[in-house]
């Protein structure tokens, strides 16, 4: 079947096919935007930073254009093993993509993670695109082409576009664009998939952004999702076991909440989510155990999709 697949997807005249990655600083809107360019969910959102842990790759088509899209972390000074297994990953995804995007948030302006990233990016044979988000937040517009007068002159773009991924302004032009460019050649996925995330950990990611959600100021960032268990049962629903790791029991209660009132409303808008993604009822188990110093547990990376750093 897989043969076949392989097969389905190299023919065809004219086809093109390129790896795009999306790097930027943490919250400048790169999950927001592969949404966007994929037409659907397929990766998280929150306001909480440095949400988005490993590369998650979105497909989106344009005519006969396949654009594997990688969201990738936050690019930031690492200070922790988790922020440098982070980092590593989204610099290992701009590496091995046919082109880079560079996503700013304009309303927030030009700060010391985006000069580092944009300096390190300066030397590479492929020009990166830069792409100005959430340019609907910035009224002064002398200060918007300020700034990208300063990026240019760090570093000469391709092209510069300006854009709101959340309200889809300027999303269209730029995947046009992409969709010209990239390399001719054959689809690396049937046309009908949104995305190369294994649904177990899809459904993770699911459960960990409504945990964000509703516990945005009072969990600490150190916390993790894993699908345990994922059953297909007779009459087509789908029974799930996840389990929600803290490090301190402290954590523990603000998950479960007074009378495990929180805990039942993270399951219930995760439960009707992931019926959406599955197309057929969902039975969600939400456990929530303490693992103290689990960001220390190689076992915990491998399971994210991440490199455990040694140092």
Known sequence: MADAKKGEQGEGKGRRCGVIAIIGAPNAGK???????????VTIISRKVQTTRVQIRGIAMQGTSQLVLIDTPGIFAPKRRLDKAMVASA??????????LVLVDAAKGIDDDVEQLVKKLSGQAKKPILVMNKVDRVEDKGRLFS??????????????????????DGVAELKKYLAERVPEGPWLYPEDELSDIPVR?????VTREKIYNYLHDELPYQMTVETESWKTLRDKSVRVEQVIFVERDSQKSIVLGKGGQTIKKISQASRTELTEI?????HLFLFVKVRENWGQDPERYREMGLEFPKD
Do not use: Y
Request: aromatic residues 6%.
């Open 201 to 205: 950990q899809l459904a993770a990611e």
């Open 278 to 282: 599955v197309g057929a009822p969902v």
């Open 31 to 41: 999950s927001t935007l592969v949404n966007g360019l994929v037409g659907a969910k």
């Open 91 to 100: 610099w290992s995804g701009a590496s091995d993509a046919d082109q880079v």
């Open 147 to 168: 700034m990208v007068e300063q990026l240019t002159a760090m570093l000469p773009f391709e092209r510069v576009f300006m854009i709101a991924a959340l309200t889809g």
